[in-house]
């Protein structure tokens, strides 16, 4: 039975930074497509940065490149997300994703034009919200 246990959300003021992470359990093999979605109040779920292949494959939506990094710490099961440069169009709840098929992983972003949606196969974590104040 697959898990995902997210941590590191709150509050902060713009141009600040925070980290998130998420351990998984019960994974079947090392290879899963891991990820962060987030979800604005009224919006949709949208993916905003995926990684697989032990850390050296990594997908970021174009409006977080350059601000948010994705890793993967494989001996203790958690990816990361770190946040900088944080703004009020970030806030929303963060959810982490898993899918034991690594070739998802760019459809996280929307690669080719094919997203992963919330009702497809996966697992979910339960989400950490994000504050970001002007």
């Known amino acids: 039975h697959v898990q995902l246990v997210e941590s590191g959300g709150g509050s902060v003021q713009a141009g600040g930074s925070l980290t998130l992470s998420c351990t998984i359990s019960g994974a079947k093999h090392n290879n899963y497509c891991m990820a962060w979605f987030r979800q604005a109040p009224e919006k949709e779920r949208e993916g905003v940065a995926a990684?697989?292949?032990?850390?050296?494959?990594?997908y970021y939506a174009d409006s977080v490149k350059g601000r948010l990094t994705i890793s993967q710490d494989n001996a203790v099961n958690t990816i990361y997300l770190q946040m900088n440069t944080l703004n009020p169009e970030d806030t929303a709840m963060y959810y982490c994703?898993?899918?034991?098929?690594?070739?998802?992983?760019?459809?996280?972003?929307?690669?080719?034009?094919?997203?992963?949606?919330?009702?497809?196969?996966?697992?979910w974590g339960q989400g950490t919200q994000v504050t970001v104040s002007s």
């Open positions: 994703w898993a899918d034991p098929n690594p070739a998802r992983c760019p459809f996280v972003v929307g690669v080719s034009g094919t997203r992963v949606r919330p009702t497809d196969s996966g697992y």
């Open positions: 990684i697989t292949n032990g850390g050296v494959s990594t």
